[in-house]
């Protein structure tokens, strides 16, 4: 009931700086925790960020705390992950995901971004 649309990946030189979007749609999208995931080419995914709408809730990955920052912005239906110190292992293919409050899953993906970061 809710579709995401991720943008904004590319390449990069390591120490640079990237912003991914998430734009979401769906009759319930506000009441999604919103997310951040990637995976790179021969390892599982993995989390990166979550927050809720408002962005006054926020955790990170241990790999990434300090130089990701994840907001939400409702009134634009869009879910920000800005990227500092970006670092060659940090390429992957970014996705945006959502799961209702109440539940433990992520029930709803993008189609993910490639985000590529040179050495």
């Known amino acids: 009931q809710v579709q995401l649309v991720e943008s904004g990946g590319g390449l990069v030189q390591a120490g640079g700086s990237l912003r991914l979007s998430c734009a979401a749609s769906g009759r319930t999208a506000s009441s999604y925790i919103m997310a951040w995931f990637r995976q790179a080419p021969g390892k599982e995914r993995e989390f990166v960020a979550a927050?809720?709408?408002?962005?006054?809730?926020?955790r990170y990955a241990d790999s990434v705390k300090g130089r990701f920052t994840i907001s939400g912005d409702n009134a634009k239906n869009t879910v920000y992950l800005s990227m500092d110190s970006l670092k060659p292992e940090d390429t992957a293919v970014y996705y945006c995901?959502?799961?209702?409050?109440?539940?433990?899953?992520?029930?709803?993906w993008g189609q993910g971004t490639q985000v590529t970061v040179s050495s």
């Open positions: 927050t809720t709408w408002s962005g006054s809730s926020t």
């Open positions: 995901a959502a799961r209702y409050y109440s539940g433990s899953s992520y029930d709803y």
